[in-house]
């Protein structure tokens, strides 16, 4: 292997998403089984990311996956009983922010600082 090999690979095109993957919803499925008072808030697709759905848990744990669209989300929702929102309607929830920075509190305390 020579030195500059590696950037003769091909690889995917410039700005090219990854669509949504079994192992998202599988993830999501786990995820939201494994928790209670699940809700799930859509982000719409952007230039940047495909369309994701971020779980929230009661204590405002939360995970963010793709998904394969808005329609698609609200069916998982149905699927397993958990409500539905749009973040451009309703944004995501204060619990989430705060859950955000208590765990940034805890790194702190955890390297000392």
Known sequence: MG???SLRRKRKAPGTLRGASKQDTSHLDEWAGARHGVEA?????????????VLVAHDGEWTRRRIA??????AFGRKRGIPVYEVNRV??????RDHIARQKI????????
């Open 3 to 5: 030195l500059f090999d």
């Open 41 to 53: 808030y859509v982000e719409p697709k952007t230039t940047v990311t495909d369309t994701t759905v």
């Open 69 to 74: 669209d808005l329609d698609a989300a609200f």
């Open 91 to 96: 944004g995501l929830p204060q619990r989430m």
């Open 106 to 113: 805890q790194e702190k305390r955890d390297r000392g600082l």
